[in-house]
């Protein structure tokens, strides 16, 4: 079965979702739980525990099946991946991001004050050093000229970023990749393809 990049991560969702739900939910019945009871003195103790660990044995080869097809579409996902280029835009796009993180700081910076108020402010302080009054002022270090070629250089990430996401999405509508058999019958079996 050949599917897009984007199914195959809508396939591994769905497995990772039963796999690791450990409550049984009614409205979502793929959830993978592992069987307990409570044995009351009505019942036969041996044919309580067999069933129940049957039920285990059953969960657990379940749980094993729905975890080599999801490593199976991973593996080859990541080959997918590496082969069109869409790892290093990943690798480019989170780059951009930390690059953003960090050129925040300038673009929301105040910036430096005219030459009349840092004149006032040194006046003060020499005032309040005379007193012997712990005083200091704040201001700005950049000019708005240097805040602006921060803003700039945000946007220009930003468009870098959308174009790179863009190419993104589309690499992963538009490649392919191959299910073996083996995992085209789990996801036939638990139902999650038709």
Do not use: C
């Amino acid at each position: 079965m050949i599917v897009t990049l984007r199914k195959a991560h809508q396939y591994q969702k769905i497995i990772r979702s039963s796999l690791y739900h450990t409550y049984y939910f009614e409205t979502h019945r793929r959830a993978v739980a592992v069987p307990h009871s409570v044995i009351t003195v009505f019942e036969d103790v041996e044919k309580t525990i067999q069933k129940h660990y049957a039920s285990v044995v059953a969960a657990a080869q379940r749980r094993e099946r729905l975890l080599a097809a999801y490593y199976d579409i991973q593996q080859q996902t990541i080959t997918a991946n590496a082969q069109n280029g869409i790892k290093s835009m990943l690798n480019q796009i989170a780059y951009i991001n930390t690059r953003l993180e960090q050129l925040k700081v300038f673009i929301y910076a105040p910036p430096i004050e005219p030459p009349e108020v840092l004149a006032g402010f040194a006046e003060k302080l020499t005032e309040y050093r005379k007193w012997r009054t712990p005083h200091s002022e704040i201001s700005g270090i950049m000019t708005p000229a240097q805040i602006e070629d921060f803003r700039t250089q945000v946007r220009m990430l930003m468009h870098k970023r959308r174009r790179l996401t863009d190419k993104v999405l589309h690499l992963n509508m538009t490649t392919k990749i191959t299910l073996s058999d083996a995992t085209v019958a789990v996801l036939t079996d638990e139902k999650i393809i038709a």
